[in-house]
């Protein structure tokens, strides 16, 4: 195969063994299901925010988003995927041009021809050097990888850009079940841990009443969570909060933490 996005942070974020890699992913979801199982009635999310720190970080805090999708394998099919730009700097939201992205797990077809349909618009741009790196958008693949199965990818790193301008590309491609969004974003960073529950919880509220962001202080994917706060508005998606946590909770540290929530977003009107 050519034209790989080959794997940057596997061996540093997330292990770089496949066999190990699985492993610790059905172990952060068996745990998230022990402690925030879905509920009997609840349906597909039709989008997720999920953290993007490494696993012993962030893990426990994704997977219990995670967990929500392989509840039916096979349904979803393609993942629109945007997360933050920290390496490259970047004018709207960067597509690649690779075939493929690679994990330990194996390799992701990227979907050329809703590439296609994004790169009509003004702010998108086909940039590899704002994926080469970038870790936003990789940890989550593995976990994708384990709970859907085969699923082609649309990456996107999301640099300067406004929040309407990420929710049109949102909807270009939104489409039915087939269809998931995931937001890849941390909440705040470096801040004492009782200082970082408050704002965190504040800012988690703010996401659940849909209300946009302030700043990139409260989340560094403030720009692509924007975004998905507008089209949840237009769609009519209702959001519910999965876990809340920082890396105080998960790796034991409490001086200087970050934030880390997932929140999965229901369509029809579903709240649990």
């Not at 209702?238 to 790796?251: E, F, H, K």
Request: proline share 8%.
């Amino acid at each position: 195969m050519s034209n790989i996005r080959p794997p940057a942070v596997a061996g540093s974020f997330y292990p770089d063994n496949a066999v190990t890699l699985a492993a610790e992913i059905d172990a952060l979801l068996d745990d998230a299901g022990r402690r925030k199982p879905p509920l009997a009635d609840e349906p597909l999310p039709k989008a997720v925010i999920v953290p993007h720190a490494g696993y012993i970080y962030s893990g426990p805090v994704a997977a219990g988003a995670f967990l929500r999708l392989r509840r039916e394998m096979g349904t979803i099919t393609r993942v629109l995927l945007l997360g933050p730009v920290h390496r490259v700097a970047v004018r709207g939201l960067a597509l690649s041009t690779a075939s493929f992205f690679e994990t330990p797990l194996g390799t992701i077809p990227l979907d050329t021809e809703a590439s296609k349909l994004l790169s009509e618009l003004p702010q998108v741009i086909a940039y590899d050097p704002a994926h080469a790196l970038e870790h936003s958008l990789e940890v989550q693949l593995p976990f994708l990888q384990r709970v859907l199965g085969p699923f082609s990818l649309i990456p996107l790193a999301v640099g300067d850009a406004r929040p309407e301008a990420v929710a049109e590309v949102l909807e270009r491609l939104w489409d039915g079940p087939e269809t998931l969004i995931v937001i890849s974003s941390d909440l705040s960073h470096y801040l004492p841990y009782e200082t970082a529950r408050r704002i965190d919880q504040d800012s988690v509220q703010t996401l659940l009443d849909l209300r946009l962001l302030l700043s990139h202080e409260q989340a560094c994917g403030a720009t692509p969570v924007n975004g998905m706060v507008v089209s949840a508005r237009r769609k009519g998606l209702v959001p519910r909060l999965i876990d809340l946590q920082n890396s105080g909770d998960t790796a034991g540290d409490k001086s200087r933490v970050v934030g880390y929530a997932s929140i999965a977003f229901y369509e029809g009107g579903y709240n649990g």
